[in-house]
Structure formats: C-alpha cells, structure tokens
C-alpha cells in the first residue's frame, strides 16, 4: 500500500519557523517529482512548491518564494518543507503529493498520490 505521511505541523507564532517532512512508503518516488500544496478554511487548495526528481529544479508559488524551502532525500523516500518567516496567512492544511512526471510541475491533475495533511497554524 503506497502511503505518504506528513509530519512537523503545528502552533507558531508569525516570524518562526516549521519544518515539514513527507515520508513515504509502498514504493520508491525517487524518479517523481513531488509537491507541497496547502488549503485554507473556506479556499480551495493551492500550490505551494515542487521540486523534480534528482532535486535540481524547484518551483515555488509566489506567496512563498524566499521564505519556504523545499528539498528531498531520495535515499530517505522523504520530501521537506522548510518554512521560516511564517505569517497569519500561511496557515492551512499542507498536503504532500506525488507526482507522475519526473519534472517540476504546479498543476494538482499531475499529482496522483496525496498525504493526508498536516496542520500548520500561525499566530498573529
């Protein structure tokens, strides 16, 4: 069975910093590109950062870009969300995927597996 696990989410304050991580199982995602997405109460989910399989091509959705640092352990099957500098707004639901392409990608239609989310809340 083919899981992806997030973990790391939580209760800061605005300004700090959290650390996602998305550990997966059942198979092997390191010729895959994998993501991070987010959804806020009452907003669909967005696009938050993707990175390709070797690790060499990122992208991030602007609303995060010089904040949140995404990256990858192949040898681990885990993905990383590095966030600092959080604000208000960042708070959501974050959603690791999996994607079927090998290269960074931001449209959801490309991801075909998905976590369960992790909780990440910022306080003003």
């Known amino acids: 069975q083919v899981q992806l696990v997030e973990s790391g989410g939580g209760l800061v304050q605005a300004g700090g910093s959290l650390r996602l991580s998305c550990a997966a199982s059942?198979?092997?995602?390191?010729?895959?590109?994998m993501g991070w997405f987010r959804q806020a109460p009452g907003k669909e989910r967005e696009f938050v950062a993707t990175?390709?399989?070797?690790?060499?091509?990122?992208i991030y959705a602007d609303s995060v870009k010089g904040r949140f640092t995404i990256s990858r352990d192949n040898a681990k099957n885990t993905v990383y969300l590095q966030m600092n500098s959080l604000k208000p707004e960042d708070t959501a639901i974050y959603y690791c995927?999996?994607?079927?392409?090998?290269?960074?990608?931001?449209?959801?239609?490309?991801?075909?597996?998905w976590g369960q989310g992790t909780q990440v809340t910022v306080s003003s």
């Open positions: 995927a999996a994607s079927v392409r090998m290269s960074v990608s931001g449209a959801q239609y490309d991801y075909d597996y």
């Open positions: 059942g198979r092997t995602f390191s010729r895959n590109a």
């Open positions: 990175i390709s399989w070797s690790g060499g091509n990122t």
